[in-house]
Every structure is written in C-alpha cells, then in structure tokens.
C-alpha cells in the first residue's frame, strides 16, 4: 500500500495530520512551498508500527507566516509521501 499523509487542519500553531503506511522511523517534516526549502524544525519521526496514525505537530515561533505542506521521508531519507498545502498565519 502506497504511503500517504493528510493534512487535517491547524489551529493555535498546532498541526493535525494523519497517516497511513510510512515505516518505522520515517521523518515527517514541514517545507516551505515558496521556496521547497524543508525546515530543520519540526521533524516528526514514525515510532509505532502502527498501518494507520495520527500526528500533532506544535509550529515553534519562528515559523513565519506562509503556504507550507508536509513531507515524509523513509528511513533511507527518500520522498515517501506529501500532504496538500496550507497557511499558517
């Protein structure tokens, strides 16, 4: 099955999304779209083995204002799945 995450919504700086079959220890990132540059901060990593998950993801204050989507990356650090844009204000 194909890996895929979901962009929920985002509401007071906190990022809700859900997944489904990334791999232990898959890195969930954030990348912003002006300029496909993948932030250092947050990174997510897949813990649980779980085939279906959810993730909460707390933007710290030095995120500016913008269009951004998440990425997930394998353990290997390869593009695994990506989530529709959004703004964060």
């Not at 489904?20 to 969930?28: E, P």
């Not at 947050?42 to 813990?47: E, R, S």
């Not at 650090?77 to 703004?87: K, L, N, P, T, V």
């Amino acid at each position: 099955m194909k890996p895929i995450i979901s962009f929920v919504e985002i509401e007071n700086r906190v990022i809700s999304a859900t997944y489904r079959s990334l791999m232990i220890r898959a890195k969930v990132v954030l990348v912003e779209k002006a300029s496909g540059r993948q932030l250092v901060e947050p990174v997510t990593t897949i813990a649980s083995p779980v085939p279906v998950g959810a993730l909460r993801i707390r933007l710290p204050d030095t995120i500016r204002p913008g269009t951004y989507f998440l990425k997930a990356l394998n353990g290997h650090g390869e593009d695994a799945a990506r989530s529709i844009e959004f703004e964060v204000g």
